[in-house]
């Protein structure tokens, strides 16, 4: 069972990779000088996609098949709702954000250590499709292991606060070119939240419609 659970998610990530035209031959976009995966933990960056999806595999929680599919769904209602189709991989938001699930760089480092077991750079995420997918995967995953809620995983994701109802904006910081910031409105987090149960209706109503009982708190999110 468990190795058909990898094979149907190998398939999912081969299937998402395709639409990109990156595969096992292509290399990362932009990486660091390495010898495999032991320089990789010690500071290093990373050969191929083999590497990548070996090290998420090695560190990733023991194979369970209904708590896999609940992330994949909340992955691809968030990706729905964050991705630029235009450039899914290579897009950059006004605050920062990238890719596949809109990460912020502060993140990127420190998910990819915990996810893979060494860090990575902005730029070597950034044009890496794989990493994005897997540490999607990874993080998100943690949320759903820790709420349980499509509505918290969402607005967790979004600010990082389990208040999913709340009706004030996430704020963007956009970075000027003279390097001074601006302090702009961005998406209320209860019209997000409503956005991505909306994705999840699509293909897993069984999420979206029989949610949980959960008090409305204001808390900062832990993953």
């Known amino acids: 069972m468990a190795t058909y659970i990898r094979f149907v998610v190998a398939g999912v990530v081969a299937v998402l990779l395709s639409a990109c035209n990156c595969g096992e031959k292509e290399k990362p976009r932009s990486r660091a000088k390495s010898t495999g995966i032991a320089s990789v933990a010690s500071g290093g960056g990373f050969h191929s996609y083999k590497e990548l999806n070996d090290a998420y595999w090695s560190k990733a929680p023991p194979i369970d098949r209904d708590r896999n599919a609940a992330v994949s769904a909340m992955v691809h209602a968030i990706r729905e709702k964050e991705q630029n189709p235009r450039d899914p991989f290579g897009s950059l938001n006004p605050s920062g954000a990238i890719g596949f699930t809109q990460v ?15 860090g990575m750079t902005k730029e070597e995420f950034h044009g890496t499709p794989l990493a994005q997918i897997l540490i999607s995967h990874c993080w998100i995953g943690r949320l759903w292991d820790r709420y349980h809620d499509p509505r918290i995983v969402a607005s967790c994701w979004f600010s990082g606060r389990t208040n999913y109802m709340s009706d004030g904006n996430d704020w963007i910081i956009r970075k000027n070119p003279d390097g001074t910031e601006t302090k702009m409105p961005g998406t209320p987090i209860e019209k997000y939240v409503s956005d991505v149960l909306g994705n999840l209706s699509k293909i897993r109503p069984d999420l979206s419609d029989r949610l949980p ?7 900062k999110c832990q993953w």
């Open 104 to 118: 912020m760089p502060k993140n990127i480092d420190g998910w990819s250590r915990e996810c893979f077991g060494f």
């Open 213 to 219: 009982n959960n008090p409305v708190e204001n808390k």
